[in-house]
């Protein structure tokens, strides 16, 4: 194995959730007709001028205080001129060197214990606006391209990590980690498939070599559509600078910093263009829009909006419900509405566990078959409460729970109307005794097989009991087995 550290650094974009653009009133809703939410102040015609939207500065803001991040008392916009078809106006608004946030970190952990639990360093947060949005059309040997600049404008923030993560579990980790906490305090839907996530990876290795350390030429991979292809990606480029350096010997600075796509069929980068340096992009100050001022008290009020994030939801699950560490991940990864189904259920059942093990394995595998959410999800948390309770008492056999949540689920009606509609009552102790004696009597190798030490042999009889009555519970019928057994 070869002995070297992978070094990763991502760049992520994410649209903020506001109604309108960062600097006009143009609507930011995904899916219109190409070309029909412009005006004149996002594509930069002359004479126009940008309106900083409020919002979209305040969801930022959230943003910042929730990644720890420490929020400078002024900042401003500056102008990074560079040209493309999808950018009419040949620069685009962003921040430079006074960003809104800077300095935070996000923890990330593996519930596999694949890697250690660390906290990966946010170098900034910065608010700026998209540019459109290029289409092109290649089938059937045409190569017609269009240009949509619906997005042109929408107000992003793009979160800088510094390279602290060291494979692409660790990136995967993060990017899972950062998604979970944007939508949990409501800034981004973080919907990749929409373009409001995306994701750029800096990757080189550092090589321990006889006289020192010795690191590749940095690479920024782009084109990543999902956390898994971001996992993919890093891994893959990692192997292939191993494999450079190896035939070139090629070091950081020999040659200029490389962009390079993401090919997900094929699973492999493929090399684009040399990667601008900063001083490409000719920064300077916008004119046409002023610096702008956080109080204490603005930082303050964010800071007290953000309620309960995902990480101290899962330490208090586990603390309050008995819960491992990954029923509580599972749990919380599903957002905050199945999280506070979750605890209205255990407010009834007073078992945390119980209905841990009911939402996470049969809830949600029918919203994931159903493609629904839990809004829509057939049995109330109060209903689930209820039928895990009787669960718990011992007033529904356990062997007949699943059947019982089915009608529950198909009828809409709870527990008490499901056990009825399928004759589940509880059966008398005295005449359960009775069905285990006869059938002992019947069956005398199984009662020598017991007393043999075969205790197992017992479980021939629980079927034949269920034959008799069906409302007899396999746990109660094998324990009188083996008292009377013990008695003989």
């Keep these: 194995m070869p002995d070297y550290t992978t070094i990763i650094g991502l760049e992520v974009h994410v649209q903020l959730a506001t109604k309108s653009k960062l600097f006009c009133r143009c609507s930011t809703q995904f899916g219109a ?14 004479g126009s001028l940008p309106v900083m939207n409020r919002e979209a500065l305040n969801l930022a803001l959230k943003t910042a205080v929730a990644l720890n991040c420490t929020i400078p008392p002024m900042t401003k916009w500056d102008r990074k001129q560079y040209y493309y078809p999808d950018l009419p106006k040949g620069y685009q608004i962003s ?3 006074m960003p809104m946030s800077e300095h935070g970190f996000l923890e990330i952990a593996d519930s596999k214990d694949r890697f250690e639990t660390k906290q990966v360093r946010i170098l900034r947060a910065h608010l700026e606006e998209d540019a459109g949005k290029s289409v092109h059309d290649e089938v059937a040997g045409r190569a017609d391209s269009m240009i949509d600049l619906n997005r042109t404008g929408t107000p992003l923030l793009e979160i800088v990590s510094e390279p602290d993560m060291r494979s692409g579990l660790e990136a995967r980790a993060y990017l899972d980690e950062l998604k979970l906490l944007l939508t949990y ?8 498939q929409e373009g409001s996530l995306r994701v750029d990876a800096n990757v080189n ?4 070599a006889s006289d020192g350390k010795i690191a590749t030429p940095i690479v920024e991979i782009k084109n990543m559509n999902s956390f898994r292809a971001v996992e993919r990606a890093i891994d893959y480029e990692a192997r292939r600078q191993y494999d450079v350096w190896q035939e070139t010997g090629a070091k950081i600075g020999d ?3 490389q962009t ?3 090919d997900d069929n094929a699973g492999v980068t ?3 263009r ?7 992009y000719r920064y300077f100050p916008d004119p046409d829009l002023v610096p702008v001022k956080f109080s204490e008290a603005e930082v303050q009020t964010a800071r007290e909006s953000l309620g309960e994030l995902p990480a101290a939801l899962r330490s208090r699950l586990q603390a309050e419900h008995a819960l491992s560490v990954y029923d509580s991940e599972v749990l919380v990864n599903q957002g905050v509405d199945v999280v506070a189904y979750y605890l209205a259920a255990v407010e009834v059942a007073g078992d945390g566990k119980a209905v841990c093990n009911w939402v996470s394995q049969d809830v949600l595998r029918v919203l994931k078959e159903s493609e629904a959410n839990i809004a829509d999800f057939g049995i109330s948390a109060k209903s689930l409460g209820e039928f895990v309770g009787k669960l718990k008492a011992g007033d529904l056999p356990s062997a007949r729970g699943r059947e019982v949540f089915d009608v529950m689920l198909e009828e809409g009606i709870d527990v008490d109307q499901a056990m009825q509609k399928l004759g589940i009552e509880e059966i008398d102790e005295s005449e359960l005794v009775g069905i285990c004696q006869s059938l002992l009597e019947k069956n005398p190798k199984i009662v020598e097989d017991v007393k043999g030490g075969k205790q197992q042999a017992v479980g021939a009889l629980i079927g034949q009991a269920k034959k008799q009555n069906p409302n007899a519970d396999p746990g109660r019928v094998r324990q009188i087995c083996l008292d009377l057994i013990a008695q003989m």
Excluded: F
């Design 33 to 46: 007709e190409p070309n029909t939410q412009t005006c004149p102040v996002c594509i930069g015609m002359p």
């Design 95 to 97: 921040q430079y060197d």
């Design 185 to 192: 305090i409501g800034v981004s839907d973080c919907n990749m």
């Design 205 to 208: 290795l550092h090589i321990a």
């Design 255 to 257: 040659v200029p910093k």
């Design 260 to 262: 390079r796509g993401w």
């Design 270 to 272: 493929r090399g684009q």
């Design 274 to 280: 040399s990667k601008e340096e900063s001083s490409d």
